[in-house]
């Protein structure tokens, strides 16, 4: 699924209104049955609701609304403000067609002072005020409005943008004047913003609503941020040949495990295994040779000169796939080490954990690294590499420019994980969820994206099918033990269910 920008947004509307054709006005009404049909099954006509409408053509659906569910029987009371005296064409039109209908509800269009109604528990506001195409925090009067909405005890209802939300960047916005709905109810596609934490707390509940813009249009506009979906990801799925052997399908190498730090080694390898790889080698201090020899019987191990650290560079001329980093430790021994693993890599490589801090204290390591090389960064990881971060938007710029300027792919982790691309697109996965936040839930992550190198996916192959299954297989084992209690463990036994919903 695409996200488009504001911009983009009303280029999708102009090509729908031209090439349908439709009249914009009644691509408006078209909008506000939709949204009146949502409202209507969520709020029964008990509640008396309060319209706020702005000048441009958000406000234009909020009035199309409050006739519609007057027509319904609801009480309606409704605000235009129209402060400079200019409303956009399709907003006055539904001005009148409001005001000109018979049995209207109170009307009020305010051009100076304003007196506010009461808004109370049990009451509905619907929020027309600004939409998508707001490009500034809102102040004055607005802001002061948006504050006292919020400060009621009324359910509120956003269409399309909650107001003064912006539809991508909020570094600079004020968070106090942006109106906290219950619920949103967005056209077509989801906001950029929608997608940050950050802002969940305006959003509510939402609902995504086809106004049946022109799909055509919608396929041609290149567009820099999608949402992966299922069907994309199902195509890239690739059959095991009837007449394969361990030897064809691919040999990782997993550099993983400080002394003390064995579990990350386990997790690492079990993970690359059960995501298809042939055979996984993992290299690891002497010290942990009992723990991976019991937990990994399936792996093959390598042991480091050292008792308890990674210290030396392995030569990779048999590996289809390296996964380096979970619990090495970031010693100026392994720091060494691992660049060293890095510059003499001749396969793809995954890097995870402290080879990303080890980098964050040697940025100029980061030229050296090889191209299409994938980095796996939490946010606090992004921001050692990358400095700190005012907000999600930032951060996701930085993780974008990162991947530019490596030539690879980052893979930014968070509640939508940002897949950053080398030529600048951006691809957002919708699985997981917050039982997924818990240790070695990374490790699990790298030695999947390392197994479907292994088996011959390419990088961006590997990134869109490694971060789908990782979140679906955490997906299945929430459905099934809850997620207070999952832990990454779990994931890795739920792969197998994640493979098969997938194959279908």
């Known amino acids: ?258 002394y003390g730090m064995a579990g990350a080694a386990v997790l690492t390898s079990k993970a690359c295994m059960r995501s298809g790889a042939g055979k996984a080698t993992i290299h690891t201090p002497k010290r942990n040779a009992m723990i991976l020899q019991t937990a990994v019987p399936e792996a093959i191990l390598h042991m480091d000169r050292e008792e308890t650290t990674f210290s030396e560079a392995v030569a990779t001329e048999d590996f289809q796939a390296l996964g380096i980093g979970p619990g090495i430790g970031t010693t100026e021994q392994t720091s060494i080490a691992m660049i060293a693993q890095l510059r003499r890599a001749q396969c793809p490589v995954v890097i995870d954990a402290d080879a990303l801090n080890i980098l964050a204290t040697r940025r100029a390591w980061l030229q050296q690294l090889p191209k299409g090389a994938i980095l796996t960064p939490h946010p606090k990881e992004l921001e050692r590499l990358e400095g700190q971060c005012v907000d999600s938007y930032e951060r996701l710029s930085k993780a974008r420019q990162l991947a530019e300027r490596i030539g690879g792919y980052v893979v930014l982790k968070g509640h939508y994980t940002a897949i950053c691309m080398p030529e600048g697109h951006v691809v957002f996965n919708p699985t997981g969820n917050a039982g997924m936040a818990t240790a070695g839930s990374g490790d699990v992550l790298t030695g999947i994206l390392t197994g479907l190198l292994a088996r011959g996916y390419t990088p961006q192959e590997a990134t869109v099918l490694g971060v789908y299954l990782h979140g679906l297989a955490g997906d299945l084992a929430a459905k099934e033990l809850g997620e207070e209690s999952l832990i990454a463990s779990d994931i890795i036994r739920y792969l197998p269910k994640a493979f098969l919903r997938l194959k279908g």
């Open 1 to 258: 699924m695409k996200i488009f920008t504001s911009a983009q947004i009303r280029e999708l509307d102009k090509y729908t209104i031209e090439h349908e054709p439709i009249k914009s006005i009644d691509l408006m009404e078209r909008a506000a049955h939709t949204f009146t049909r949502v409202i209507a099954e969520k709020w029964p006509t008990i509640y008396p609701v309060v319209v706020f409408a702005g000048p441009g053509n958000n406000g234009g659906d909020a009035l199309a609304v409050a006739r519609m569910l007057t027509d319904m029987g609801y009480q309606v009371q409704t605000f235009l403000f129209n402060i400079t005296g200019s409303l956009s064409a399709d907003c006055a039109e539904n001005k009148q067609r409001l005001i000109s209908k018979k049995g209207f509800s109170l009307f009020t269009e305010v051009t100076q002072e304003f007196d506010p109604p009461k808004l109370e528990k049990g009451m509905l506001v619907v929020d027309g005020l600004f939409g998508a195409g707001l490009n500034r925090p809102l102040a004055g009067g607005f802001a002061s409005l948006v504050k006292y909405i919020n400060a009621s005890q009324a359910d509120i209802v956003s269409l399309d943008v909650p107001s003064g939300l912006m539809t991508e960047d909020n570094t600079y916005n004020v968070r106090a004047n942006i109106i906290r709905a219950n619920m949103t109810l967005t056209l077509q596609q989801p906001k950029l913003s929608f997608l940050f934490a950050e802002h969940q707390q305006f959003l509510g509940e939402v609902r995504i609503l086809d106004i049946r813009l022109s799909q055509e249009a919608i396929s041609k506009l290149d567009a820099t941020y999608r949402i992966v979906e299922e069907s994309n990801v199902r195509q890239l799925l690739r059959d095991r040949d009837a007449f394969a052997h361990k030897g064809t399908m691919g040999h990782a190498l997993i550099i993983a495990g400080s």
